[in-house]
């Protein structure tokens, strides 16, 4: 099962983007748990991470993020081109 876990400002205000991105997931067939942080407790969530996102509201925080988890292709995106645009492609096979 893949981890994605997504940083916003307080960890409370994607939920409506989690439950989308969890609907699309099983839709397709796609094991994943999505969970959302608030951006101060990054380094900590995202150590566990499979894959990591950044809500556009702390897209100023990819930067630090980045350098946390040098180890991860991070980046942003509008909430509604998430799914369509391919996050999934930053997981490696195997």
């Not at 969890?22 to 407790?41: R, Y």
């Not at 509201?57 to 991860?72: P, T």
């Not at 942003?76 to 369509?84: A, L, Q």
């Amino acid at each position: 099962m893949v981890r994605i876990v997504l940083f916003c400002n307080a960890g409370m205000s994607t939920s409506l983007l989690i439950n989308k991105m969890l609907t699309q997931a099983a839709t397709e067939g796609f094991a994943c748990t999505v969970d959302a942080f608030a951006t101060a407790n990054a380094a900590e969530e995202g150590k566990n991470a499979d894959v990591i996102l950044l809500g556009p509201q702390v897209r100023h925080e990819l930067k630090r993020i980045r350098g946390l988890f040098s180890r991860y292709p991070c980046g942003t995106n509008r909430y509604d081109g998430i799914w369509k645009n391919g996050w999934r492609s930053c997981i490696k096979s195997g």
